[in-house]
């Protein structure tokens, strides 16, 4: 029944406890959005047939999401969860959706297995809710069962009043429905918002579609708190913690060697193949991917870059956009950005940047380097203090050194530049011209010796 079931997701909201001008569902954990984890379990399940539902910020969420735009609905202004449903009505119907299941956008820590254990209520309900039975109800809104233990409405928690609701049982709603459209159509038009909020409350039609006799069902999922949306700083933090001890276990025991392991951060979207070897303290983020045999060491950071078999990266690293091939050592101290490739067997030292660079098969770069927008060719080896000067102030431009090249140290190179197959460029030049192959360049001043002057004492 899937592919008649449209996620509708609950993403206007402003969340003020967050203390931020940007929306709740952009705040990150572990390097993604709260929206990115939401987005990924809700496309495990139904796939692309996922609108949301945007408002404040709309225009962030979307520069960050743009091949989910043509799925935005815009709930201006923000009158509650149930005014989300009836704005997203035409937009459901335009997908030819049976079911609508309404997920908060705020819910990092959501499932598949609850997901998939929602869905499975289509064709056999007409209203169906995920239920937790949490050790603290805090302010979830109530589940009220009835002595045969049929759903009778879900009651926030400010308007739960003991005498008319009767005691509450500990079961909570997670906020997460599966709604039939057509059973619904009729009771959108009769939300109110005769509440504490003054809000239209999503959680009202299970209350009209027990009075009109349709299927309602809580679908209980144990205490299950990850269900639950993050509302605070506090609860972000908190549900951080829980997804990077998620991901770190897994890897753990998929094979993968992790030291020290309650300091080291890998986020959602990261690969590590078991047989890699991490210490911590280390961060891994992005679409970072690690090679079996690859050792990254403590005190890293990295984000969007792989790492080879047999690649050592020492400590204190930062690594970004940057590709690090078989049996290259990186570091320690060193700083690769985007674009910068270290060949097999090459050699990326202490104090040494690369940015938009090369350094082919068995190149070193051992110390105190930068290198942007350059290739070094194969077996050349770069001296201490050289740079490739890039940027004429307007034009970056391209340095070329050639396959066993040798660069002495204090080097300028002056881009447009080339350095030949075999060439030596002394040290403390300033390399303007091209140098042939197996040339030699020195571009610095002559020395001159004079006889020091001393102070009679």
């Known amino acids: 029944m899937t592919q008649n079931i449209t996620a509708l997701i609950l993403a206007a909201g402003k969340g003020t406890r967050m203390y931020s001008d940007k929306p709740k569902v952009l705040q990150t954990l572990l390097g993604e959005t709260v929206l990115h984890y939401v987005y990924r379990a809700v496309e495990a399940v139904l796939g692309d047939r996922i609108l949301t539902v945007v408002g404040h910020g709309a225009d962030m969420v979307a520069d960050l999401y743009p091949d989910k735009r043509d799925g935005f609905v815009m709930q201006e202004p923000q009158l509650g969860t149930g005014h989300a449903v009836q704005v997203s009505r035409e937009a459901l119907r335009a997908q030819g959706a049976e079911y609508c299941m309404v997920i908060n956008g705020d819910t990092p820590l959501l499932t598949v297995e ?13 209203v169906a809710f ?6 603290d109800m805090a302010s979830f809104g109530r589940v009220v069962r009835n002595e045969s233990g049929h759903v009778t409405a879900i009651v926030e928690a400010k308007d739960y009043d003991m005498s ?30 005769d509440n504490a909020n003054g809000e239209y409350y999503v959680t009202d039609l299970v209350g009209l579609a027990v009075a009109r006799k349709l299927r309602v069902e809580g679908v209980q999922c144990g205490d299950d708190v990850n269900l639950m949306g993050i509302n ?8 951080e913690n829980t997804l990077r001890r998620r991901i770190v276990e897994g890897l753990l025991d998929s094979g993968v060697l992790i030291h020290n392991p309650d300091t080291v951060i890998i986020g959602p979207d990261v690969v590590v193949e078991p047989g890699a070897e991490i210490f911590g303290h280390c961060e891994i983020y992005g679409k970072s991917r690690v090679a079996a045999g690859a050792r990254l060491g403590s005190y890293t950071y990295i984000r969007d ?3 080879a078999p047999g690649c050592v990266v020492r400590e204190f690293s930062h690594i970004e956009g940057a590709e690090v091939r078989e049996g290259a050592a990186v570091g320690p101290y060193a700083r690769l950005r985007p674009g910068a490739i270290c060949g097999a067997n090459s050699r990326v030292g202490n104090f040494v940047e690369m940015k938009k660079a090369e350094l082919c098969e068995g190149a070193k770069a ?3 380097t930068y290198l942007g927008d350059a290739r070094v060719g194969a077996g050349a080896n770069i001296g201490a203090g050289t740079i490739t000067c ?19 140290s204090n080097t300028a190179l002056v881009a447009p530049v080339t350095v030949g197959r075999d060439a030596l460029v002394g040290a403390g030049s300033t390399i303007t011209k091209d140098v042939p192959d197996q040339g030699t360049a020195i571009a610095r001043g002559r020395q001159t010796n004079l006889r020091r002057r001393l102070k009679k004492s």
């Open 114 to 126: 609850a997901l998939e254990k929602l869905a499975a209520r289509a064709g056999q309900a007409d």
């Open 130 to 135: 995920l239920t937790i039975t949490p050790k």
């Open 164 to 193: 008319v609701h009767g005691p509450a049982r500990g079961e909570v709603n997670a906020g997460i429905y599966l709604l039939r459209l057509d059973a619904m159509a009729p009771l959108l038009d009769e939300l109110r918002n």
């Open 232 to 239: 605070s700083p506090r609860e972000l933090v908190q549900a």
């Open 305 to 307: 870059a792989s790492f």
């Open 366 to 368: 051992s110390h105190l």
């Open 390 to 408: 890039n940027y004429d102030g307007k034009n970056k431009f391209h340095t070329e050194i050639g396959e066993g090249a040798f660069i002495g």
